[in-house]
């Protein structure tokens, strides 16, 4: 393990979190994904392998720890206590960020695929009173996609391919124009009454789901109002 050989605790803060990917793991375990497939789904870009020296790396650290199945192979893993108490940091980091390095995004940086797994990772669309719910979104830009977004049994999933259920609303948007309610700098509201998102079905629930979706967002995904003012 490589070192800066000084004892100072933005070094040893380096040492632990300065690989690549590190940073990216951490704040996609904070939104809730905990297993291997989940985490490699979220980081486009990554091999299995490099995925794999991160985690047991940052198991090492204490950041992670790790629960086995009957066959002593990892099922899921979760955040320390140590791990969880980063979240304040990931705040800190992307408020300075927000405010001195961020642009807006380039139209490369905009990824239709992995808005969409944001989107269903930090919504928990039990609070829309619906036991099942279907959105269909049909975004375009530099990369059109049709993905849907499911609530059955108590479980969300996000979904690819057509999967064959009756949808309650339909979502027409351009990617840049989700991407910036999902970071609060455009409000539903405002998106809707302008016509840059365009809704079929329940307009009340589907104006529900989008504000529950940018609302709990984590605050380290936000852009910080100093930099949009």
Known sequence: MS?????CPVAKAAEVLGDRWTLL???DMHIGALNFNDLHRGLPGISRSVLTQRLRKLERDGLIDRELDGRGRTERYGLTEAGSDLQEVLTSMSNWVSRWVMDDPT???MDPRLLMLWFSRV?????LGEERFVAQFDLSGPVALRSWIVLADGEVSLCFDDPCVNVDIWITANTGILYQVFTKRL????????DLIRIRG???LARSFLLLVSEMAPQYMIESASSTS
């Open 187 to 194: 409000t539903v509201a405002g998106a809707v009454s302008d």
């Open 123 to 127: 919504a928990d669309l039990s609070t």
């Open 3 to 7: 070192t800066y050989g000084q004892y």
């Open 107 to 109: 139209p490369a940086e």
């Open 202 to 204: 329940s307009q009340p």
């Open 25 to 27: 793991i951490l704040r």
